[in-house]
């Protein structure tokens, strides 16, 4: 934070925000920095411990759980956004979206839970496995319900007392970022990692479809916020707006607007990483199939004369050619009887 913003914030008054300052604004949020620790922590571990038994781990997963993942929460709750978030609308609006869709993204396509099986000793890997297909955890990914409470999460954050009141208690304001994390994850997660906590119907064009829908479902609380015509947390932010800010139902708008803008931009890789992992299923599927039909197809040995002859190989025919000269063999038999 530059010179100017300390003296004003040592005053009890924000600067003006600007671009500059919207860059290089920050202050620490200790929670948060202990939950991007952790997090942070147990991945290298994770990686580390599989890189010493010479097993190599995408390093594409690796820059999308850092800089998308824990880089989305440093963001959201470090960054300028959560420095004005208790002056400004837009601000609070942008970080919960950080938090309920591009961090968890992120999360997901670094495949922490693959890397904490594949990492930990046969008995743990057991129990996060079990823990993970267990029935409290298959009924909040159920894929309806999950799209329902990321849903009923933000309706909830904005139409209740609850966005207002984490303004004013610090504890409540720092649950309400795990909770946003926590709503998006439920979604997110078994899309792309964990297929295991999902019914068998819910094949990868179910779920391209339920992504698709899901984009759809994100950008009705932008369009409420945006055109609601209550004020939100309107108590508060007309008590605590600075003179340089807009007009509050403007900043509300700008909310709603930035809100409705990320949740459609999200939801575009999304669908792509899908697709992705779609057609590479679709690829190991095939080499799969083609193995088989290679062993199927391969020669066989017939056991070795007795005048000591080397044994002939025998190719195993398709289905085609052995039926072929079964229906030659009949109509032959056919000729010979008349």
Known sequence: MDGRAMTELSAGRLPELTTG??????????????????????????????????????????????????????????????????????????????????APLGLALGDPLRLAVEALPERAAGRVRRAMTGRPVRILTFPLVSTALVLATELTVYFTPYFETALRVGWLHELMYLHLLVAGCLFVVPMLTHEEALPRWCTHPVRAALVFLDGIVDAVPGVVVMTHGTLIAGAWYLHHAPTWSPDVRHDQQLGGGAMLSIAELVALPFLLALLFQWARAERVQTAALDRRLDAELAPVVTPAPDHGQDPAPERVRPWWETEQNEVAARIRSQHREK
């Open 21 to 102: 300052r919207l860059l290089t604004t920050w202050h620490l949020d200790v929670p948060a920095l202990l939950l991007v620790i952790a997090l942070g922590a147990l991945y290298g571990w994770g990686v580390a411990r599989l890189r010493r038994r010479g097993e190599p781990w995408p390093p594409a997963r690796v820059l999308a759980f850092a800089l998308l993942g824990l880089g989305g929460l440093v963001v959201a709750t470090m960054s300028a956004l959560a420095v004005y978030d208790h002056e400004l609308f837009w601000p609070a609006a942008v970080q919960n979206i950080l938090l309920d869709l591009v």
